[in-house]
Structure formats: structure tokens, C-alpha cells
């Protein structure tokens, strides 16, 4: 079973990545796990519950590198019909097409 998928969408996320890093730090700072102490951070709460369940968790970590904003499965949307994922805490609306034919050789 595939859990995550990486598709090219040609949209820039530079602001919402720059409120991630942020959240991230935060957490690392304060361990927290609540959404409403970032909320005048100004990113979505789905994704913001996601970036501090991570960071806040992980006791090891000393410093953020790099931050993916990562969407939970209930915040997509799948159109199967019309080969559409819509996801609405980013605006995003894509369609997709995947190959029906595997690269695998079978022996």
C-alpha cells in the first residue's frame, strides 16, 4: 500500500513552507502539541498539527534542517471520476494519471 504520493503541481509554497519552518522551531522550543499556540503563525491547522506532533515528539533533535508540509488524508479530497485530488487548506486542485502497466518484468 502506497501512503505517500509525490506529484509535480508547479505551484510555489515558499510562504507556507517559511510558516512551517517556523512552527517547527516553535515546537522544538516549547513541545507543544496544540495548534492554537501557533495559530498567529498563520498556517493552516491541519498542517500545523502535523509539523508539531513531529517535531515536538522527537527529543533528539536539535535543529530543523528542513521542514515538508505534510497533509493528513482527510485533508484530500479524491475525484476518481474526474482523476482529480483537491486539497483545501493549500487551494490546490490537480489531476493525476497513473500508469496501469507495472516496469516490473515478470520471470
Same mark, same amino acid.
Given at each position: 500500500? *502506497?501512503?505517500?504520493?509525490? *506529484?509535480?503541481?508547479?505551484?510555489?509554497?515558499? !510562504?507556507?513552507?517559511?510558516?512551517?519552518? +517556523?512552527?517547527? !522551531?516553535?515546537?522544538?522550543? #516549547?513541545?507543544?502539541? @496544540? %495548534?492554537?499556540? =501557533?495559530?498567529?503563525?498563520?498556517?493552516?491547522?491541519? *498542517? %500545523? !498539527?502535523? *509539523?508539531?506532533?513531529?517535531? %515536538?515528539? &522527537? +527529543? =533528539?533533535?536539535?535543529? $530543523? +534542517? @528542513? =521542514?515538508?508540509?505534510?497533509?493528513?488524508?482527510?485533508? =484530500?479530497?479524491?475525484?476518481?471520476?474526474?482523476?482529480?485530488? $483537491? $486539497?483545501?487548506?493549500?487551494?490546490? #486542485?490537480? &489531476?493525476?494519471?497513473?500508469?496501469?502497466?507495472?516496469?516490473? @518484468? #515478470?520471470?
Amino acid at each position: 500500500m *502506497i501512503l505517500t504520493y509525490k *506529484i509535480r503541481h508547479g505551484g510555489d509554497f515558499s !510562504n507556507e513552507l517559511r510558516k512551517a519552518e +517556523r512552527v517547527a !522551531n516553535f515546537a522544538l522550543k #516549547t513541545r507543544t502539541q @496544540s %495548534s492554537y499556540d =501557533v495559530k498567529h503563525l498563520g498556517l493552516k491547522s491541519m *498542517i %500545523s !498539527n502535523q *509539523i508539531l506532533r513531529k517535531y %515536538s515528539r &522527537n +527529543r =533528539v533533535l536539535k535543529e $530543523i +534542517r @528542513s =521542514v515538508k508540509l505534510t497533509i493528513p488524508s482527510q485533508g =484530500v479530497r479524491v475525484l476518481r471520476e474526474l482523476r482529480t485530488l $483537491i $486539497i483545501p487548506c493549500l487551494g490546490l #486542485t490537480l &489531476n493525476y494519471h497513473f500508469r496501469t502497466t507495472s516496469r516490473r @518484468s #515478470t520471470r
